[in-house]
C-alpha cells in the first residue's frame, strides 16, 4: 500500500512508535521513516531513545529541543487565558500536542518528507490533536497513523516488532498509561479504569503523599508582568527554571494532584490522573491578580472566553480562526497584570493569603468601613431606586 516515499514520524521510543518504523515500511510501502522525539523537558534520557529509533529502522533519528518554546509560547498564554478544562485540568499533556504537531511539519519541510506520522489510537483525544493541528500548519501534507488502522493487541504489537528486531519490553509493564512533560504527567488505564477506585501512591512521581509532607507551611511570592509569571519570592528567572522550582515547591507539599472523569472528544468518558503542580498554582494565582487589577465587566465576561479557550485546546484547535481571536481578547486584558501573589503552601493546600499591584483596582478609602470610609452612602438609595425599577415595574403588572 503506497502511501508515501518519505515520512517523519512523532517517536517516544516505546512499543507502538517503535513499531510503527517497520509497519510503515513493510505494510505501507513507505521508502524513508526519519523519527522525530520532543524534549519537553520529560527528563528522560533521549540518546538510547534516537538510538532506538535507528535500531528499529529508521533512516534518521531526530531531537528536538523544545522546551523553552512549549513553556513561552504554550503553557503561558494558557496561564494568561486560566485555561482548565471542564474547570479542572490544567491542559498540561494537551499543549504539547500542537507544539509537536508544529515540529512535525517543519522537519517534513526540511528533510523533504511527503507525510507525517503519529503512534495514536482511535479512542484518543491526541490523534485529533495531531490531525488537525498538521492540517491548519500545512493542508497538503498527509498524516498517517498506521496504530489506528492495524488492528493487533499489544501483545500482537510485540511480536510483529520482534520479527523485525525490536526487543520487547525485559521488565514487567506497569499497567498504567502515562505521559510525561515539564509541566506535569497524566497517568490513566489499569486499575484506574475502575473509576471508584482509589488510586495507588505508585501511581504519583511529582507530588509528594500528605503524610510525607512538611508539617510547617512555606510562603511564595510569585510576581508577574503583563500575566506572565517571571519571578519566585522576588528572583527573576527563566520561564524553565520558574516551572521548575514550583514544581518541586508545590508537589513537595502535596499540591498539584487532580483525580477526574473527564469528558474526551469522541464521546467517552475516561478517568485521569494528573500532576501539574506548578500549573495549577500559576494559574490560581493568576486569577486571583486579575481580579485586583481587571475591571468587573471583563472579568465576567472573560470566565465565558477561558471556558471556549480551554475547550479548544482540550479538542485541538490551537491553530484555528477562533483561537487566534480570542488570544488577541486575552493579551489586551493582561495589560495591567502585574503585581505579586502570596502563596501558602501547607498539607496539600496551596492558599492564596495575599495579593499587590501598582495597577490595583482596589481603593482602601471606598472598602474601608473605618472612619477613612469616603463613599457617599446617600447615593445608595437612588441607585438602588434605579437598579430595582424594571423589577418594581414587573412585579405591579403581575400584581
Known amino acids: ?33 526519519i523519527t522525530l522525539a520532543a524534549d519537553l523537558g520529560q527528563g528522560d534520557e533521549l540518546e538510547p531513545i534516537r538510538e532506538k529509533a535507528l535500531t528499529s529502522g529508521a533512516s534518521q533519528s531526530l531531537i528536538a529541543d523544545a522546551t523553552q518554546s512549549f513553556v513561552k509560547d504554550y503553557a503561558f498564554p494558557a496561564i494568561q487565558a486560566n485555561a482548565l478544562y471542564e474547570n479542572r485540568y490544567p491542559l498540561s499533556t494537551a499543549l504539547a500536542r500542537p507544539l509537536i504537531a508544529k515540529l512535525l511539519v517543519e522537519a517534513a ?9 503519529h503512534g495514536c489510537t482511535g479512542k484518543g483525544n491526541d490523534q485529533v490533536r495531531f490531525d488537525v ?12 497513523a498506521p496504530a489506528r488502522e492495524w488492528g493487533m493487541s499489544r501483545e500482537e504489537t510485540i ?14 509493564k506497569s499497567p498504567y498509561s502515562i505521559d510525561r512533560n515539564l509541566l506535569g504527567r497524566s497517568i490513566e488505564a489499569g486499575p484506574l479504569e475502575d473509576p471508584y477506585t482509589e488510586p495507588l501512591e505508585e501511581v504519583y512521581l511529582m507530588t509528594q503523599a500528605i503524610a510525607d509532607t512538611p508539617n ?15 519571578s519566585l519570592n522576588g528572583q527573576a528567572l527563566s520561564p524553565i527554571e520558574l516551572i521548575t522550582q514550583l514544581n518541586t515547591i508545590a508537589g513537595n507539599h502535596g499540591v498539584g494532584r487532580i483525580d477526574m472523569v473527564e469528558n474526551r472528544l469522541v464521546g467517552i468518558k475516561s478517568r485521569e490522573i494528573y500532576e501539574a503542580p506548578a500549573l495549577l498554582v500559576l494559574i490560581a494565582a493568576h486569577r486571583d491578580l486579575e481580579s485586583l487589577t481587571l475591571t468587573a465587566d471583563v472579568t465576567h465576561y ?38 505579586t501573589v502570596r502563596v501558602k503552601f501547607l498539607k496539600g493546600n496551596a492558599t492564596i493569603v495575599g495579593r499587590q499591584s501598582a495597577s490595583s483596582l482596589y481603593t482602601p478609602d471606598l472598602a474601608t468601613y473605618g ?8 447615593a445608595a438609595e437612588g441607585f438602588i431606586y434605579v437598579w430595582g425599577l424594571p423589577t418594581r415595574v414587573w412585579s405591579q403588572l403581575g400584581k
Open 371 to 378: 472612619a477613612d470610609d469616603k463613599f457617599d452612602h446617600k
Open 1 to 33: 500500500m503506497g502511501r508515501a516515499n518519505k515520512v517523519v514520524l512523532a517517536y517516544s521510543g516505546g512499543v507502538d512508535t517503535s513499531v510503527c518504523i517497520p509497519y510503515l515500511k513493510n505494510e505501507w510501502g513507505v521508502q524513508e521513516v
Open 216 to 230: 510547617e507551611p512555606e510562603y511564595v511570592e510569585i510576581g508577574f508582568h503583563r500575566g506572565l509569571p517571571v
Open 133 to 144: 493541528s498538521i492540517a491548519a500548519l500545512n493542508p497538503n501534507l498527509k498524516v498517517l
Open 109 to 117: 519541510a526540511e528533510y523533504g518528507a511527503d507525510a507525517v506520522a
Open 159 to 172: 511480536a510483529y516488532g520482534e520479527r523485525y528486531g525490536i526487543a520487547s519490553p525485559v521488565k514487567k
Open 302 to 339: 472573560k470566565r465565558g472566553i477561558e471556558e471556549t479557550y480551554s475547550q479548544m485546546i482540550y479538542n485541538g484547535l490551537w491553530y484555528s480562526p477562533l483561537k487566534g481571536a480570542l488570544d488577541a481578547f486575552v493579551l489586551q486584558t493582561q495589560e495591567r497584570v502585574t503585581g
